[in-house]
């Protein structure tokens, strides 16, 4: 399986979008500080996940969400 998740800062109260095949390793190198884009942002939350079959599946839906505003605020709308 292949994720999209979305971390919220608890300390800027913004969201970080990313994917992975393996969720909760990546998760644990978040928190743990290990990924450059949101060391600084730390401590983070996990407020959303979807699943996929396939990696290019998540990739697709991981790009849709960071480049189109509308489905963004659709998200954001339904998880907040």
Avoid: C, W
């Amino acid at each position: 399986m292949y994720y999209v998740y979305i971390l919220e800062s608890k300390k800027d109260k913004k969201m970080y979008i990313g994917s992975t095949n393996d969720l909760k390793r990546r998760l644990q190198e978040h928190q743990n500080g290990k990924v450059q884009s949101t060391s600084y942002r730390r401590p983070l939350e996990l407020v959303y996940f979807e699943a996929f079959r396939n990696e290019t599946q998540a990739r697709r839906r991981e790009m849709n969400l960071e480049h189109s505003d509308k489905a963004y605020q659709e998200l954001k709308r339904r998880i907040l």
